[in-house]
């Protein structure tokens, strides 16, 4: 039924994921049950989408992990099952056991739905609160850098949080669900604005997150729904793994990370290491590069 769209999206994406590797996560559209007619989900996806997932020892194409650039990077099945006795939670952390903080100093998971959202749009589903609370937990004592979703069409950035709460050894979390729809984008967020919801904006948009060190990450969102790129939200993150614990006295080159392939950057910058952790903030405040000392 739907099989003509999966063939025109790919040779419309073709002539830029034939040049640079493409890692992606499933959501809510790929399912594809039709009732009474084929009970099996996600098999167009699976068939056109095969990731490495037996790499990282994985038995499902819907989640897995892979290295990139000094980042270890978790993708997450929301809509396969989560639950503590699950395949995808054992994976999960046995996946974790083997990151090491020295070699991919960074961490960071994505899924689809959600944990954090005050926008009007997909609130109450078990996708979100159903796996956050299967979760959280987990990738918090692992010391998860940020979590990335989508899901919601619009851009939301919390603070480091946990168990809904400010922690600065909480990962950031961002709803970057923006990219375009054709029910347009929603709209509507829920008021006040929550005290860890940073920035939130309904606009289409993209995001780069260019880890500059081992220490030391720029996230910046990207406003273009009027045919131009704006930055319009910049933040400066703090490795979680750069407390003096884990990381003492070493300096990493930089790379930028688009969450695909990884794009050398020719200047290392040793400037930017500082092992006391101050300068960028842990709350994901914005900090100026020049206020990052040497």
């Not at 499933?26 to 056109?48: C, D, L, M, W």
């Not at 009027?226 to 319009?232: L, Q, T, Y």
């Amino acid at each position: 039924m739907y099989q003509p769209w999966w063939d025109t999206f790919g040779q419309m994406v073709q002539p830029v994921a034939s040049k640079r590797p493409w890692m992606v996560t499933q959501g809510n559209h790929e399912i594809e049950i039709i009732p009474g007619v084929h009970k099996e989900p996600f098999t167009s996806y699976n068939a056109r989408w095969v990731m490495p997932y037996e790499e990282s020892g994985s038995s499902s194409n819907l989640y897995y992990s892979f290295e990139v650039a000094g980042v270890h990077v978790l993708m997450l099945g929301s809509y396969t099952e989560f639950g503590h006795d699950s395949a995808q939670y054992n994976w999960l952390q046995a996946d974790l056991k083997k990151v090491d903080r020295i070699k991919t100093p960074w961490l960071i998971a994505l899924i689809h739905a959600p944990w954090y959202n005050s926008n009007e749009a997909h609130q109450g589903e078990y996708q979100s609160f159903g796996m956050k609370s299967s979760m959280e937990d987990l990738l918090y004592g692992a010391r998860v850098d940020a979590i990335f979703a989508g899901h919601v069409h619009a851009y939301e950035r919390f603070t480091q949080v946990y168990k809904d709460q400010a922690d600065k050894c909480g990962p950031v979390h961002i709803t970057i669900g923006d990219g375009g729809n054709h029910n347009g984008l929603a709209t509507k967020y829920i008021s006040p604005q929550p005290k860890i919801s940073v920035f939130r904006e309904a606009s289409f948009g993209h995001g780069e997150f260019e880890v500059v060190n081992a220490t030391h990450a720029q996230w910046t969102w990207h406003r273009n729904q009027d045919d131009e790129a704006v930055a319009s939200d910049v933040v400066w993150l703090t490795s979680l793994a750069s407390n003096g614990v884990i990381i003492v006295g070493v300096c990493y080159g930089g790379w930028l990370v688009n969450f695909l392939p990884q794009v050398p950057v020719t200047r290392a910058h040793p400037s930017i290491y500082n092992p006391s952790g101050q300068g960028a903030s842990d709350t994901g405040e914005e900090v100026s590069p020049s206020k990052l000392s040497p």
